[in-house]
Each structure stands twice: as C-alpha cells, then as structure tokens.
C-alpha cells in the first residue's frame, strides 16, 4: 500500500504515560508532510515526464521501424530494377545478335546462290560458245570447200598471183556464159545454188533446236 502525505497528516498515534510531547510530534510530521508531498508531486512530474518520454521514444522507435522498412523496401525495388534492366540489356543483346547472325546468314546463302547461278550461266555459256565454235568452224569449212570446188570449176587461179586476170577471164566467161547457157541449164544452177542454200539454213536450224 503506497503511503500518500494525506495518509501521513491523518495519521493518530496513541498516547502512553511517557509519550513524546505532542507539539514536537506535530511540528515534526507537518514537516515531513511538507517534504514528502514535494517528493510526491517531484515523483508525479518525473513519471509523467518519463511517460512523455517513453511515448516519444516508441514514436521515434516507429519511425525508425518505417524508415527501416521504407529503406528495405526501397533496396529491394532497386535490387529488382536492376536484376529487370540487366535482364532486359542481355534479351535484347541476345535478340540483335541473333539478329545479326541470321542476316549474316542469308547473306552468306545469297552468295553462295549468286556463285552457283553465276558458274550455271558460265558452264551454259561456254556450252554454247564450244557449240557456236563447232557451227562456225563447219560452216567455214563448207565456205572452202565452195570455194575450192567454185575454183575447181571455173580454173580460177591465185588471186595474189594474177588478180587482173582473173578478172578478165571471169568477165570473158560471163559473157559467153550468158550467150551459150541454155534454159535448162539455168534452172539446173538455181536449183542448185536454192538446195545448197536450204542446206545451210536447215543445218542453223539443226543446231540452235540440239542448243535448246
């Protein structure tokens, strides 16, 4: 049970045949009322003070917990921010070389398509070319072999050695040529200058059609 100075002030004491003297009791306790009551409300202020202390101590103590946790989260957001940025650098540096990767790719096909069409149209042309060689050659062969046999038959000597005279002879021969050839003679020279012709034509035809 606490002891309160009211308690002390209406405290009664008994008095015996040789008690103390009454007033000095008196005086006494009204002066350790005094001093105790002083205690009291010192006592009261301190706790009240110590309980405003205490109250801002936990509020502190909260804050403090807030900002803990407000500095946590906020780590953790940076954390994750961070781990996302650096997720999202290497996805799109694995896109752009894959990227990459494909174009070098099909370019790489491209050329070697282009080099396989290019050596296709180099062997086809070279084909036609030994082809070509092949018909001109054959038709400068059928070219000497006309005019050996035109110079066979007509005695038509070098044109380095005797280029006038042969043209004298020539132009001597036409003119007899022309005087003493009869009807049927002529139609036998057209024919055959048409056949050899038609010759030569159907040989052209022949190796463009062995060509396609």
């Known amino acids: 049970m606490k002891l309160t100075p009211m308690d002390i002030n209406n405290k009664e004491f008994k008095k015996g045949l040789r008690g103390y003297n009454p007033d000095e009791v008196d005086e006494f306790l009204d002066e350790v009322v005094e001093n105790y009551e002083e205690l009291y409300k010192e006592n009261a202020t301190l706790k009240e003070k110590l309980t405003n202390q205490n109250e801002k101590l936990e509020h502190y103590s909260k804050i403090e917990t807030t900002i803990q946790n407000t500095l946590l989260l906020a780590q953790n957001a940076a954390e994750q921010a961070k781990n996302s940025a650096q997720k999202e650098a290497e996805l799109l540096l694995k896109n752009a070389n894959e990227a990459a990767q494909k174009i070098m790719d099909k370019a790489h096909n491209d050329v070697i398509q282009i080099n396989d ?38 005695n038509i000597s070098d044109p380095v050695d005797d280029n006038e005279a042969v043209h004298e002879e020539l132009k001597a021969k036409e003119i007899v040529s022309d005087e003493i050839i009869s009807k049927p003679e002529e139609e036998a020279i057209s024919n055959h200058k048409n056949t050899s012709l038609n010759d030569e034509l159907n040989e052209i035809k022949s190796f463009f059609v062995q060509s396609e």
């Open 117 to 154: 069409e290019y050596e296709k149209v180099k062997q086809e042309f070279i084909k036609f070319r030994a082809k070509y060689r092949n018909f001109m050659n054959t038709q400068l062969e059928t070219f000497d072999d006309l005019e050996k046999e035109f110079i066979k038959n007509y």
